[in-house]
């Protein structure tokens, strides 16, 4: 039973981590592979917080969403002001450097990984509780998601992907709305983090690394990129298979490379047969029915 | 009459090449100029540097008196400069109502903290857009195809939604970049009929054209560009009639 908590809680919060990814490289069209670092932002500051100033846990979790969104933008905003091609790199250099602080400052406990990060509702049973309000939070992250890219602003974000200069001629301010996704998208990461570490209690600098940008990027990719079940799919997908296939009764030597084998697998079978992913965006912005402009028809 | 649109003293070069030498140029309400000259004149150019596609390195731009130059490309159509696209520049991955939708000048939808706390205020906002948009869609004659895909329509309602969606902004000063250019038919009537309607609602409008008749039959005056300079200004007529220019306008 714990165990099937902990995987729903994994698939919960990837859930919400390729789901908001996805608000970012798809429907803002923004080249940034450095998901994890505001994941790993959420998780030690809220972890901090919460351990060494005593804050409690639900207070501190928020600080940390908040610490990722505003960690955001400050790498967005200057990067974007240059080019868009300036936040790839931006980013990875703001995610390899919040790494290597990490790993060698005392206060987050180095390499070695932060521990005894206070529990939260985790006491007397209430693992499924904490499950529940993982997959709540998952499902209000791709409600959330729906609603930003089918109404008005997601209408700006596809004018703005097709053309930004046309964009920026009728009024539109391209660069704010860049950063507010940006920071918004980080800023659920960062919760994300923070609801990972007082679950298991113990973090590591190497579970933000870009390998877990890699297996973020597949989510999304194999999912289908800027389509709301898109990613929801490919996270339940990718993370739990690698976990099924543990049932099979195998040696650890045997194991850890066939799941790598199963991983690298699907992401080149889908390159070759589903490059579009297993949902497929279409190539028009679907406005939400409130803001369709079919109600008036070919009349 | 005070002038909408006041340009003085504006340079701009690119390397070697002058795009805008010492360009003055006064936009007033309720005209239209037409802004005539060889390829490569600049005159597009002179568009980009009035709405801020590329800085200017020197000079002022103003409008109703408020400084231009400077300020971000956004900025300044927020105060009520709308502009058409030689390339046209649609979205096509909207419907011709929603590429009209995203051009007014206030857009409370692009603001995510908005949106989360005033969401029935952004509402109000879309459906006044939206019954705008729709207004401007019957006076260009495309609320047809308000549903259909921009990229889908013929070259010449394609130009129609260009310019549509300039309107949407209710500008103070349009410009025009080739509204005729691969126009014919039914559009070119359409096209000449708003572009007077928008001027006689006291826009100041200018409008660049190598369509003659066009500009004969819509302009109250013309000026005529060649290499970054403003050479002459005047009745259409004239500049047609000098023999000078017509020499520059098509080589020797
Ligand atoms: N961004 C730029 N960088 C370098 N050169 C440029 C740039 N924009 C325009 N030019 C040059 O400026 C000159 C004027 O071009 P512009 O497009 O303004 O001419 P035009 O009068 O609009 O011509 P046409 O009638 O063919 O549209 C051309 O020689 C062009 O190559
Ligand atoms: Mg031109």
Redesign the interface.
Known sequence: MDYLITLAIMIGLSVALASSFNLIIGYAGLVSIAHPVFYAIGAYVSALLARDLGLPVPLAMLCGALAAAAASAAVALPSLRVSGDYLLIASIGFQLGVLEAIKNVSVTGGAGGLTNIPAFLVQDGGKGAYAALVIAFAALTVWLNWR?AH???G??L??M???E??????????V??KV??FA?GSGIAGLAGALYAHYFRFVTPEQFEILQSAALLTMVVVGGVRTTWGPVLGAVLLQALPQAITFVDLPPAILGPLQGLLFTGLVLVFMVLRPQGLIAAG???Q?AK??S??T???? | MTPVLEIAGLDKRFGGIVVADGIDLTLNPGRVVGLIGPNGAGKTSLFNLI?G?FPSDAGTIRLDGQRLDGL????R??LGL??T?QNL???????????L?????R??????LR?ALDPAG??AQ?AGTRRRA?EVLERTRL??V??T?AADLTFGQQKLVGVA?AL??DARCLLLDEPMAGVEGQAYEIMQQVVREVAEGGVAVCVVEHNVAFIRDLCDEGVFMFAGKVLARGPVADLIADPRLTELYFGT
Do not use: C, Q
């Open positions: 930003i109404g008005p602003y209408r700006a596809s004018a992907r097709d053309d200069t046309a964009f920026a001629g009728l009024g539109r301010n391209a704010a709305m507010a996704v918004f190539e028009a912005w406005p409130k803001y402009a079919k008036r028809g070919e009349a | 709405s596609v971000a490309m956004h900025r159509a927020s709308a502009r696209w520049r649609l979205f096509p991955s909207l419907s011709v109502l929603d590429n939708m995203v051009g007014p000048r857009y409370l939808g692009d603001r995510l949106l952004v509402r879309e729709e609320s047809g308000a549903a895909p969606r949407m902004n």
